[in-house]
């Protein structure tokens, strides 16, 4: 069954009737730019055709419920108590299962986002076939697809940039996940055949055309199985070592320095932290770099600025695991344009950029070196650059 129509059906199951409509949003992979979001700096990521579909229904009173393909348990409180429930305690469990904290923290954000717009209570039942914990997104797009139906809905007429924002906020404060704005952004502004470049600081986005298709190429997603989480753990400290490295630079953010600040860095800072810094920096560049690349010399030219990314993650930031590792080296051996980790790290998915011709080759080459290093089998396939979000039905 498609996840469409999964999310039709447990709608049914949970209230006896048809949705009023079906409203979906996209996974993303980043084709670069790696923890600079929260730093303020560039990123260039895209939505993928793997999706999250949220089947919804006005209610006659004020509570909203939500069941999902991924929990046997529904979850139901009243519009007005969202505000009882929400901010979660940096640190602390949500008072909610966590998946439905992503649906309900969405409603609290998206009404304070509103204003005091009236609102009526919601039925909302979920199901997606962006893979989980694998470094696609699933967060964002279960985020983008609950806002999109509740702006609709709710008759709100949030801008996508304003609904990716409201999802931001349920990641950070209502699941307590210290990430950036870079996924719920892919996610909503999701273009086909075109990665979005944004600037994380403005917020100002521009689609920069990848050329993949026409140049006969596919990018694979090497998915380790290897799960991740970024409410604890190495993603925070990461951030930290980042805010730390910019405080003692005396700026806002690692977006304001450059490559020329990184001799004075190395004076003022410990060497982990200066290793965290100069991966910012240089990754910033590079982003920059690849979108000057893509509409200068188009996608064949950009698989340096990939590996340099991925050995930047592996030796500066640490991020990468052994998985990941061996997914970029393989596919770089078996002749990818390109290749990096991608996402948060500490597990989840590579990304390798490679001849349509060569996606089998590659596929079974990581397949074999999966199973020779005694590491679970990866998780091979390809995507290509497709829509935001969007009602289905
Ligand atoms: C996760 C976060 C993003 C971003 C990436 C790393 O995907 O959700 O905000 O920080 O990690 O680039």
Request: charge should be negative; glycine fraction near 8%; include cysteine.
């Amino acid at each position: 069954m498609s996840a469409l129509d999964a999310a039709r059906a447990l709608f049914a199951e949970l209230t006896g009737r048809e949705p009023e409509g079906v409203w979906s949003a996209p996974g993303r992979v980043n084709l670069i730019g790696e923890h600079t979001d929260y730093n303020e700096g560039f990123v260039l990521p895209f939505a993928i055709p793997h999706r999250t579909f949220a089947a919804a229904r006005v209610r006659d009173d004020d509570r909203i419920r939500v069941a999902s393909t991924f929990a046997d348990e529904r979850v139901e409180v009243a519009l007005t108590d969202l505000d009882a429930l929400f901010p979660t305690a940096p640190g602390a469990e949500p008072a909610v299962p966590e998946w439905s904290a992503y649906v309900l923290g969405v409603a609290w954000a998206l009404l304070a986002a509103a204003g005091d717009a009236p609102a009526r209570g919601v039925d909302i039942a979920i199901a997606s076939d962006v893979p989980v914990g694998a470094g696609l997104s699933s967060s964002a797009a279960i985020e983008g697809a609950v806002a999109s139906a509740l702006n609709d809905l709710w008759r709100l007429g949030l801008d996508p940039v304003a609904l990716a924002q409201v999802g931001r906020r349920a990641e950070n404060e209502a699941v307590g996940a210290p990430t950036g704005i870079m996924d719920q952004m892919a996610s909503m502004l999701g273009r086909p055949d075109a990665a979005t470049f944004i600037d994380c600081r403005s917020l100002a986005t521009e689609s920069v055309p990848t050329g993949f298709t026409g140049e006969g190429l596919e990018v694979l997603v090497i998915d380790t199985q290897v799960t991740h989480s970024h409410s604890t753990g190495g993603y925070r400290e990461r951030r930290e070592a980042c805010e730390r490295g910019a405080a003692l630079l005396g700026i806002r953010s690692l977006r304001d320095a450059s490559e020329a600040d990184l001799p004075r860095a190395a004076e003022l800072m410990d060497d982990v932290t200066l290793r965290r810094v100069r991966h910012v920096i240089t990754e910033n560049q590079r982003v920059l770099d690849t979108v000057r690349t893509l509409a200068e010399h188009g996608p064949r030219m950009i698989g340096d600025l990939l590996v340099a990314s991925h050995a930047s993650m592996r030796d500066d930031f640490e991020i990468s695991v052994a998985e990941l590792d061996l997914a970029v080296e393989t596919a770089l051996a078996q002749g990818a344009i390109g290749a990096r980790m991608t996402g948060g790290g500490f597990g989840g998915a590579a990304i390798a950029l490679v001849a349509h011709d060569d996606v089998e080759k590659v596929s079974d080459a990581v397949a074999r070196a999966f199973a020779d290093a005694g590491f679970a089998a990866p998780h091979v396939f390809t995507v290509h650059p497709s829509d935001g979000p969007r009602r289905d039905i």
